[in-house]
């Protein structure tokens, strides 16, 4: 048998890292398998010790509770030197260090990431992708620089066979700082109370491949267990040090919840699925995009509700969600939950699942916007002074045979919504539909070049992408074209010939009807 794993505390754990090393830290949004003692045993060392200092951070996935957990136990001035992560929206605290230049902070897709720990578990020097072209993370904009003091260049614009490539630079990991639920007689390492598998086992890789080490937080250890092989997430053999936590949440907000993991588990209740406001409205319009046999992709906000709406009208049966943290087939939660489901047929480690979505497997894609400009291009990672990152989005939008953003017409608006329309009462503060977006997460050109269809959904409109820019295509009843859409916009945009009224069943209080949904598919 291999040498087990050396149980230690999280205290000594924090001992073990080094100044200036690389970490690569695993699981992602707010505490989803995330080894929140491990980082908050790290700061408090650092608060104490001045060490570990000038470190390098790697994290695929946002890490945070948007408030003092995650990647904010180590968002203290001088303990890194650069931060390199797919979403920094839930840690504002490290938010705080890049925009005042304290940090080297960039930001690059989740499903990149992902398949940068692959690669980086490879030996490879880097990772070849269209994924992140005519977007911010492309070097001929910003290079997924996200301040002045990230001046190296980790990505590159290459040619192979004629065609543009990103070519994105690995980096050697020193400690690999993971999770799972438990150890088995072995030293193996399994997740069965984790709402999501994320990269784990690439990032233990990548750290050995490199001679360092991969310390492990886990719930309990079973010497009494023998995991099934198949069953096994990261082989006890590569894990140098486990730090046993008894009370480890499954996520920041929720102590345990069967239906994450199970279908067995019992759902949210009736009253925890409902939707109001513009948000019903937006839910409800952006469905009736459904089509039976969809693969079908949701981001969070706004169009979270989409499956709640499926499973109000009777045909979540006959589709497929899915979402970039690796769990498909169950209703995605909302709020800071959101990355993980309840009820999934199963979850995939998430670099398998943007494998599908970077090989265009999903038919649709329904994600927020922060921006969205005259060209089509749109903005849901830098605003208004506001840095959250990409996470997913570019992975996701770029490869989807067809996306629809979703989102408020305009921040601060307010809107009443009734069963035969809205009214707006205040058409908002800050405009959503400028003339150009802030930073480019979405480009609207590429995705005309690729041939998706594209549409931007707000509660007020729905607009179609077109060569000569968006093109009114639908009117909210109630809503006053010069009023409440027009002068509420830095452009003007195309209108119809045959502008429509949205359907009065978006807005009805009758159970959702998806009049273009066939209910007859053999697809279950």
Do not use: W
């Amino acid at each position: 048998m291999s040498r087990y794993p050396q149980s230690i505390t999280a205290t000594e754990a924090a001992a073990l890292v080094n100044d200036g090393q690389t970490l690569c830290i695993g699981g992602g949004g707010a505490g989803h398998a995330i080894p929140d003692s491990l980082l908050k045993a790290i700061g408090e060392r650092y608060s104490r010790e001045k060490c570990p200092a000038g470190l390098t951070l790697l994290h695929p996935c946002g890490l945070g509770d948007s408030d003092q957990l995650g990647l904010n136990h180590l968002a203290q001035p001088g303990l890194a030197r650069r931060v390199i992560g797919g979403f920094f929206g839930n840690a504002p605290k490290m938010v705080a260090l890049a925009q005042t230049n304290q940090i080297e902070a960039y930001i690059f897709p989740q499903g990149v990431l992902s398949h940068l720990m692959r690669a980086t578990a490879g030996g490879e020097k880097g990772l070849l992708t269209k994924t992140g072209l005519h977007t911010f993370v492309d070097p001929r904009l910003e290079g997924g620089k996200v301040n002045e003091k990230a001046v190296e260049d980790l990505v590159s614009k290459v040619q192979i066979l004629g065609e543009p490539y990103l070519f994105f630079n690995t980096h050697a990991v020193d400690v690999a700082l993971i999770r799972g639920t438990s150890l088995d007689k072995y030293g193996n390492l399994s997740m069965e109370g984790e709402v999501a598998s994320f990269a784990m086992l690439s990032e233990a890789q990548a750290a050995k491949v490199n001679g360092g080490l991969v310390i492990a937080q886990v719930q309990a250890i079973h010497r009494d267990r023998c995991t099934p092989a198949m069953q096994v997430k990261v082989p006890g053999a590569l894990i140098d040090y486990v730090v046993v936590e008894p009370s480890q949440p499954m996520t920041y907000l929720s102590t345990y919840d069967a239906s994450f993991i199970s279908k067995e588990g019992a759902i949210a209740s009736e009253e925890q699925l409902q939707l109001s406001g513009i948000k019903r409205i937006i839910s409800r319009r952006a469905a009736m995009e459904l089509f039976p046999g969809a693969f079908v992709n949701l981001g969070y906000g706004l169009s979270d509700g989409v499956p709640i709406v499926a499973r109000q009208a009777g045909v979540f049966a006959q589709l497929t969600f899915l979402i970039e943290q690796g769990p498909l087939g169950g209703i995605p939660t909302t709020g800071l939950n959101f990355g993980a489901m309840h009820q999934p047929d199963a979850i995939l480690d998430d670099g398998y699942q943007f494998d599908f979505f970077h090989g265009g497997g999903l038919d649709l894609a329904f994600l927020g916007f922060a921006q969205v400009d005259q060209y089509g291009n749109v903005n849901a990672s830098k605003f208004g002074g506001k840095l959250t990152g990409c996470g997913g989005f570019i992975d996701i939008s770029q490869h989807s045979k067809k996306v629809v953003f979703c989102g408020g017409f305009a921040a601060r608006a307010v809107v009443e919504t009734g069963e035969r329309g809205i009214r707006v009462k205040d058409p908002g503060t800050f405009k959503k539909f400028v003339s150009r977006v802030e930073q480019v997460t979405f480009s609207g050109s590429y995705a005309l070049e690729k041939g998706q269809e594209i549409l931007y959904l707000t509660e007020r409109a729905l607009f179609s992408l077109t060569p000569d820019g968006l093109e009114l295509i639908e009117i909210a009843p109630g809503a006053d074209l010069q009023t409440d859409i027009l002068d509420a916009m830095d452009f003007r945009p195309r209108i119809a010939s045959q502008l429509k009224t949205m359907d009065v069943g978006v807005f009805a209080a009758t159970k959702p009807f998806l009049p273009n949904f066939s209910t007859d598919s053999t697809h279950e």
